[in-house]
């Protein structure tokens, strides 16, 4: 028998739609529509660069400044959301106005110091251990800065970083004017998609596994980088950001941990799977017979539970199983032939996934069954 070990609780897991969540994605992808705007290709969604594209000029500028010099992850704007403790139970549920007042109530020092800690942070990413000038002269700070400068002026940031009370005014003023001209008049609008989305998500939690919640949820395996860090998490929120698309946009800062997801694919997973189950009595006896034998085989349902936290090539899936590859070989093929996993060759290698809407036609078939023996 093994050593007796103490067992760590799996993360909680909340599903909700928030103003200052939603408004940090945004305001990031909107940053990155500037990249795109540059570049004149993007698979952002449009409404992001023509945002972009009709920002009052200042308003752009400080947008590129402000989030333009803590790298490519943007760490300064989740430095803001940390300190207003967004992800808390009572905070989920406030406004934009209710996030401004509180930042807008922070002593100017403080913006400074969740600047420098956004720096830090890119630092340690890297494996170093850095730590922001004691003193404000510039070239100390310019050199500081210099990892994490993207689309800033480094010697405006500089200048604002070592004036406390400019930079929280600046930093206020883009939030706000971000808000107001952007950003507030689409949130209401979708405000109502979005916690449609929120309870169909709610619907698709596996509370033992975020790894498997955030694949059902957004279609996406999570992020090895996330993977390797999931023990340090004690709190995962899954809030919808309406401009996502098919990006993956995450906020690691242990112990919590949001997962943004794009409503519409959430809500037409729902749709999907309504019109499945409306089409069950399509779906042949025999066809029906055969997806239930395929199942019927523990090491197929194996294959089937791993295919749901995303794709996997072949020798991942005989890896994990622990059989041979000729027997792995077999029950993909069994699998195949009933319709229940799909192939997708690539770079010489076969990526496996399961095939969902007929899983869920052969599960509403037997709910089906079950209705009809109570009528």
């Not at 540059?38 to 023509?50: F, I, N, Y």
């Not at 139970?89 to 509180?102: G, R, W």
């Not at 998490?233 to 690691?252: A, C, M, N």
């Not at 019927?296 to 539970?305: A, G, L, N």
């Amino acid at each position: 028998m093994g050593q007796l070990i103490v067992g760590k609780p799996a993360p909680q897991q909340i599903v909700a739609v928030s103003a200052p969540l939603t408004l940090t994605s945004a305001i990031s992808l909107a940053f990155r529509a500037g990249y795109a705007v540059d570049q004149e290709d993007s698979a952002l969604d449009p409404w992001l660069v023509d945002t972009w594209r009709n920002l009052d000029e200042d308003l752009r500028h400080d947008l590129d400044l402000l989030l333009g010099f803590s790298g490519r992850l943007l760490y300064y704007v989740e430095e803001m959301l940390a300190a207003f403790d967004a992800v808390a139970h009572e905070q989920l549920s406030a406004s934009f106005d209710d996030y401004l007042e509180f930042l807008s109530a922070l002593p100017p020092e403080r913006f400074k110091d969740m600047a420098t800690e956004s720096v830090v942070r890119l630092y340690r990413d890297r494996g170093l251990a850095e730590a922001p000038p004691e003193n404000d002269d510039p070239y100390d700070w310019r050199m500081f800065l210099r990892p994490g400068i993207t689309r800033a002026n480094i010697d405006e940031a500089v200048s604002l970083i070592i004036s406390p009370g400019q930079l929280k005014l600046r930093t206020l003023a883009l939030l706000d004017g971000f808000w107001r001209a952007a950003f507030e008049t689409e949130y209401r609008s979708t405000l109502p998609d979005m916690r449609q989305a929120v309870r169909v998500a709610q619907s698709l939690i596996h509370y033992t596994s975020a790894q498997q919640s955030f694949a059902e949820i957004t279609g996406h395996r999570l992020p090895e980088e996330i993977s390797l860090r999931i023990g340090d998490v004690e709190r995962v929120i899954y809030s919808p950001s309406i401009h996502l698309g098919r990006f993956i946009q995450y906020i690691l800062y242990p112990p919590n941990l949001i997962l943004y997801f794009n409503p519409q694919t959430v809500l037409q997973r729902r749709t999907l799977a309504s019109r499945t189950a409306e089409a069950v009595t399509q779906l042949s006896t025999a066809d029906a017979l055969e997806g239930f034998r395929a199942l019927s085989d523990p090491s197929r349902m194996r294959i089937v539970e791993m295919l749901r936290g995303g794709e996997l090539y072949a020798q991942e899936i005989v890896s994990r199983l622990g059989i041979s590859q000729s027997a792995v070989s077999r029950h993909l093929s069994t699998l195949e032939s009933a319709d229940l996993v799909t192939i997708r060759p690539a770079n010489g290698m076969k990526y496996y996934a399961i095939d969902r809407d007929r899983l869920q036609a052969l599960a509403a078939q037997l709910a089906a069954m079950a209705d009809a023996d109570q009528t």
